[in-house]
């Protein structure tokens, strides 16, 4: 594989557009490119803060997402659940 082609993979794309939004500072944006990478202890770490913080309805549907499906901890439908309810009241409606 040639350096050209390295530079045109998926996952060297994603790298760098997570190094351009790390600068930009905007998390949500950082926490999808970190789920996409299959690094969800960081997208996790994320949401958590946003959802903490500032009872993000996105982020909390999020941290629900990565407990159904078990993506980097044990699946948890109880605790999917209740991060769906909580994301729902604070105005998610998908």
Aim: aromatic share 6%.
């Amino acid at each position: 594989m040639s350096a050209q082609t390295d530079l045109c993979h998926p996952r060297t794309l994603l790298g760098a557009a997570l190094a351009v939004l790390s600068s930009v500072g905007d998390a949500r944006y950082r926490a999808q490119a970190e789920f996409r990478l299959a690094r969800y202890a960081q997208a996790r770490e994320i949401w958590a803060t946003l959802a903490d913080e500032a009872g993000n309805a996105e982020a909390l549907f999020m941290l629900g997402v990565l407990a159904e499906e078990g993506l980097g901890e044990p699946r948890n439908p109880a605790r999917a659940e209740a991060l769906y309810q909580r994301a729902a009241q604070a105005g998610r409606a998908t």
